[in-house]
């Protein structure tokens, strides 16, 4: 991908997902997630679970709420996830959604504030 386009993106959202807090949560507003990683074992791990041709990764946008905070593995400061946007990533084949939880990872590190 083109790096100014990748750069122009991320502007993108930045500037959406600011304005769209602010004009919904007012004070309250998150610095909002602007990206997630996780580590290559986790990816691999996931794609072991796959067809080698059909398979791949299916991502999944989520939004930490009180009810979901206990899938963060840093439970001492989970409280400030919440409202926080997260990614889902699940083992696929032909793009299809997990029928198990083994092909289903969340806990990827977000930034903010994991940067």
């Known amino acids: 991908m083109d790096f100014k386009k990748f750069e122009s993106l991320k502007l993108n959202y930045k500037k959406f997902i600011t304005e769209a807090e602010e004009a919904i949560n007012k004070e309250t507003a998150k610095d909002q997630t602007r990206s997630v990683w996780f580590d290559r074992e986790t990816i691999e791990k996931l794609l072991a679970q796959t067809d080698p041709k059909s398979g791949g990764i299916k991502i999944f946008l989520g939004m930490y709420d009180k009810d979901t905070l206990s899938e963060r593995e840093d439970q001492?400061?989970?409280?400030?996830?919440?409202?926080?946007?997260?990614?889902?990533?699940?083992?696929?084949?032909?793009?299809?959604?997990?029928?198990q939880?083994?092909?289903?990872?969340?806990?990827?590190?977000?930034?903010?504030?994991?940067c």
């Open 76 to 99: 001492d400061r989970a409280e400030a996830y919440i409202g926080k946007l997260t990614l889902v990533l699940t083992a696929s084949d032909d793009n299809q959604d997990p029928d």
């Open 101 to 114: 939880e083994t092909l289903i990872i969340n806990g990827g590190k977000v930034c903010p504030p994991d």
